[in-house]
């Protein structure tokens, strides 16, 4: 707690199930070129039963986040935190591993084609030598029906199944050892809409019957507004905008929150075209990021000279709210509709 | 979704995967004989001691030579020896090579692989020399060598000979497993705790299994040809024990007095090569077909019963740019795809078709375009393209001033061209140009696509563009033929919703500049509203629902519409829930009799089961194919 003694209040409070503090992931193509740093200095905290999403554009450091609280890609600076433990590093991850699960994007490549759905199930059970064979095939029977398959499924394989009831498989074996907390990454993006409705209904019925902690991973934000608690907005691997829910997601500060928000189509054929006119082409073919300066710099339509030279610190937009790195954030906040630079 | 809503899962589907493979297989016949022939000698052989007539070394000196008798089936040899009982002894010298030979081959070729590739760094750098240094030796070599040392023989010619193919089912095998090492579902054992040697077994080896079989096949045949060539230069099997060279030695020898001699050991030996190659095909073809979803589907829909015919027709009003008439998509089994569908696209008009997937959006745009995909056919329907007929059943002629736009732009664009090439190649296709015209033509093309610095981006290669870039070049060719009518199928939804807001953005301006007419297919209702004027709704191959899409957002007449509105995330409903649709689309031959939504519909009653729906025409040139759709009014209106 040094620099973001002001980000303090959100990130530190005590009893907090997951914290990463100024975690960074780099990236190495090869020892003679610099890494590129996928994940910068990000911060967050999620309570138990409780859900933080994770929104951003592909490329944004989302999915490294989630890399790295698994454990999957090494962590270059900052520490994870579980349930009071710290797991930065592998070794001192499989003590917590049962709590930490994840459910993937696509519900094809993570399940085994050549498994039946009772057979996935069963494998992480027989890693447990306590538990007999009668004991396994009940569990996953329980684990089935709790999303919603009959059990009659387990005979199944993968390919024999929609899209929707694959997710519900990938889910049932996220919960099979009771976890606490879900890493949920772009759960229901390749699903049709009305799928999505359905898995996005179970994770919720869930969360409350297992009080369950998710991790959200979205590059929709339509979506999220729907389901989490608290919702962080990252950009270029840096944290730009994070706050509860129904303040990011209807009044946002940030620009690039803002960007995302106006990205979603919608239905009113007259706010569409409103947006439209709002929206400002960037100028391609300039740098994503430059290390001095706020990496959104280049594509933000408030951008001012500061935003250039000086990196903006997150910090609250207003006493209690929520935290934002912008130069501008008080003046945004205060406009209802302000005005591009 | 649960077991009542979707119903059990028709019983062709069902069952595990190694039976789908037998079930594949079985339709190979070629493969089928080869196993059969293969199966038939190795039983004769390890059945020589019963079934041969003689003892491989029972000499008859009064008949030497003999042609094919009731005696001798397939004569005698020049000591007067029954050339069958010799060729079913010496098999059992053949099989044993080949099982020596590949068994070695396995032990050492398998684990490594498997280990190199799922360990990788060091152990795969390792592992990867040694095998390279393997593959350098020449085989003869060593095979000489064996032969030089005082034991072993045979046995230890064939086990050497193991040796030489393991370096390349070591490299076969970690070929195969590398990829599968990042594959999300190996990631997960890995973290849940699962050992090593388990993940390696049960989730890299099955899908290892189909490469390893073909090339141990295929190595099998390769395997008895050595040996057969080693035998028959004298080495190994010493004389009185009967070999297939050894045998084909001694025809050989005789051959100007009796050439009969080397037909049942020649023919039998090239006909076991044969078979073996032919199995490892067989093997590989079944494989590619066991665990797609695709032809497993296809069979199941075979089973099911034949949908009714189209029959309404619209009458194309005046001014309608494109109208499709009654057009049916059906396999190459004939199931249909979807069927009877009718709607109309006028000048300059944007229109939505919007559906799950699965419903027949993307096979509805490709018949508009003239590129039905291989394995599908227009069954019926007539599709009329600015004033003239188009469409003719079976013909995959692409119409012209219809362009196209697919869905995800880095496999639509060919990696080996330039951005520029490819355009302009386009442009020459459509217009005559000379090559330095079609290059600025080009050029104009992209600027059009607002693409900033279009001469740079020309210089690229496919892979070189994010997503949007790839999409507005997608965009440029198919504007490359001044087409007045653009299909994009799904353009956005490979894309981020920033990206996706930009392309759709310029989808409208261009409409507006060059007063061209849009088909846009896509399941999000957000991008219908913002692009279109009008929409055409799909469920399960039909048109369920048509109208402006004031009218479909507003106050929708179909139950699919309602609940497809609902469950989507796009409207901005704070803290409102939800809904969703229980139940998913229906596989094409699955669909119910009736209407095809009634299982997944709150409203359904029985008269909607009773018969099948027409799509009533309604006022203000909206449709619906509901039955109840006037209850949908009422409580729009409560």
Request: hydrophobic share 45%.
């Amino acid at each position: 707690m040094t620099s973001e003694a002001a980000a303090g209040r959100d990130l530190d409070a005590g009893g907090m199930l997951l914290r990463l503090e100024q975690v960074s992931v780099d990236y190495r193509a090869s020892r003679f070129r610099p890494p590129h740093r996928a994940v910068d200095g990000v911060s967050l905290a999620i309570g138990s039963g409780e859900t933080l999403a994770v929104v951003g554009e592909s490329g944004s450091g989302k999915t490294s986040i989630a890399k790295a609280v698994l454990g999957l890609v090494p962590v270059t600076s900052g520490q994870i935190w579980f349930a009071g433990q710290e797991i930065s590093r592998w070794r001192q991850r499989q003590s917590v591993a049962r709590d930490l699960q994840i459910v993937y994007q696509d519900p094809f490549r993570a399940l085994s084609p050549t498994r039946t759905v009772g057979q996935s199930l069963a494998e992480p059970l027989l890693t447990d030598r306590t538990l007999s064979r009668a004991e396994v095939r009940q569990r996953v029977g329980a684990i089935l029906e709790q999303v919603g398959l009959p059990a009659s499924a387990s005979v199944k394989h993968p390919g024999e199944m929609s899209g929707g009831e694959r997710q519900r498989v990938v889910i049932a074996r996220a919960l099979l050892w009771s976890p606490r907390l879900v890493l949920c990454d772009e759960p229901v993006s390749s699903l049709d809409v009305s799928i999505q409705a359905q898995i996005l209904g179970l994770l919720d019925d869930l969360q409350r019957r297992l009080s369950l902690s998710y991790l959200f991973i979205s590059h929709n934000i339509a979506v999220v507004r729907y389901f989490a608690d608290r919702v962080l907005v990252l950009y270029s691997g840096r944290v730009m905008e994070v706050g509860p829910a129904e303040l990011v997601c209807y009044k946002p500060t940030h620009p690039y929150t803002r960007m995302l928000i106006d990205a979603v189509p919608d239905f009113d054929p007259g706010i569409q075209r409103e947006r439209t006119l709002r929206r400002v082409i960037p100028a391609s073919g300039q740098a994503a990021g430059t290390s001095a300066g706020c990496v959104f710099a280049a594509r933000c339509p408030y951008v001012i000279d500061i935003c250039r030279q000086i990196r903006p610190a997150l910090q609250p937009v207003w006493e209690g709210g929520p935290l934002c790195a912008c130069h501008r954030a008080s003046e945004l906040a205060s406009q209802q509709e302000p005005r591009p630079a | 979704m649960t077991a009542a809503a979707t119903g059990p899962p028709p019983a062709e589907i069902r069952g595990a995967s190694w039976r789908a493979f037998a079930r594949s297989f079985r339709r190979h016949w070629l493969g089928m004989t080869a196993a059969a022939f293969l199966l038939l000698v190795l039983m004769a052989c390890l059945a020589a001691p019963i079934i041969a007539p003689y003892p491989p070394d029972a000499e008859d000196l009064s008949s030497v030579l003999s042609g094919p008798s009731l005696h001798h089936l397939l004569g005698t040899d020049q000591l007067g020896e029954d050339v069958l009982s010799r060729l079913l002894y010496g098999g059992v010298i053949s099989i044993e090579g080949i099982g020596e030979a590949l068994g070695v081959a396995v032990v050492l070729g398998v684990p490594s692989g498997l280990l190199s590739a799922y360990r990788g760094r060091a152990l795969d750098a390792v592992l990867g020399r040694v095998a390279d240094l393997g593959l350098a030796i020449p085989a003869i070599v060593i095979l000489l060598m064996v032969f030089a040392l005082p034991v072993g023989g045979e046995t230890a010619a064939m086990m050497a000979l193991g040796f030489i193919y393991a370096p390349s089912i070591y490299r076969i095998v970690r070929g195969a497993a590398l990829p599968l090492r990042e594959a999300e579902y190996v990631t997960n054992a890995r973290m849940v705790g699962v050992s090593t040697p388990r993940i390696l077994w049960r989730h890299i080896l099955p899908g290892v299994a189909g490469p390893l079989a073909v090339n141990l096949t295929l190595t099998a045949g390769v395997t008895l040809t050595v040996q057969t060539g080693l035998n028959y230069l004298g080495l190994g099997v010493s004389p009185p024990t009967p070999s297939w060279g050894g045998m084909i030695g001694d025809a050989q020898s005789v051959l100007d007095q009796q050439p009969w001699l080397l037909v049942p050991t020649g023919l039998t030996v090239a006909l076991t090569i044969l078979s073996f190659a032919l199995l490892g095909d067989a093997i590989r073809d079944s494989l590619a077909e066991a665990w797609s979803l695709e032809t497993r589907r296809a069979r199941a829909g075979r089973a099911a019963g034949k949908v009714t015919e189209p029959q309404a027709v619209h009458a194309a009003g005046p001014g309608a740019l494109l109208s499709l008439r009654g057009i049916s998509v059906s396999d190459r089994t004939g199931r249909p795809l979807t069927t009877d569908v009718s709607f109309e696209v006028k000048a300059g008009e944007a229109v939505g078709v919007v559906g799950e997937s699965g419903c027949g959006k993307t096979l509805t745009a490709l018949a508009v375009v003239g590129l039905l995909p291989p394995g599908t056919r227009l069954a019926g329907g007539q599709c009329w393209f600015d004033g003239e007929r188009r469409l003719s059943p079976g013909q995959g002629k692409r119409t012209p001033g219809i362009g196209y736009v697919a869905q995800d732009p880095a496999v639509s664009l060919d990696p080996c061209f330039t951005v520029g090439s490819a355009i302009a190649e386009v442009v020459r296709a459509h217009s005559h140009l000379r090559r330095s015209a079609a290059r600025s033509h080009a050029l104009e093309l992209m600027a059009s696509v607002r693409i900033a610095a279009p001469a740079e981006v020309a210089r690229l290669y496919p892979h070189q563009l994010s997503g949007g870039l790839a999409q507005r070049v997608q965009i440029a060719m198919a504007l490359a033929s001044e087409p007045r009518l653009l299909v994009a199928d799904e353009p956005t939804t490979a894309l981020d919703v920033t990206i996706q807001a930009e392309v759709l953005d310029l989808l409208r301006a261009l409409r507006a500049e060059r007063k061209m007419a849009l088909l846009l297919i896509t399941h999000d209702w957000g991008v219908v509203a913002g692009t279109c004027d009008r929409a055409v709704v799909m469920y399960a191959g039909q048109v369920v629902e048509e109208g402006t899409v004031t009218q479909l957002i507003r106050d929708p007449l179909h139950p699919y519409t309602r609940a497809l509105l609902r469950a989507n995330p796009q409207r901005r409903v704070p803290g409102g829930k939800l809904l969703a649709i229980p139940g998913t689309v229906p596989v094409p031959g699955s669909w119910v009799p009736g209407c095809r939504f009634a299982p997944r519909c709150s409203l359904a009653a029985d008269d909607c089961r009773a018969g099948d729906v027409t799509l009533t025409g309604l006022a203000d040139g909206r449709a619906t194919r509901c039955v109840h759709y006037a209850e949908l009014i009422a409580e729009a209106s409560r």
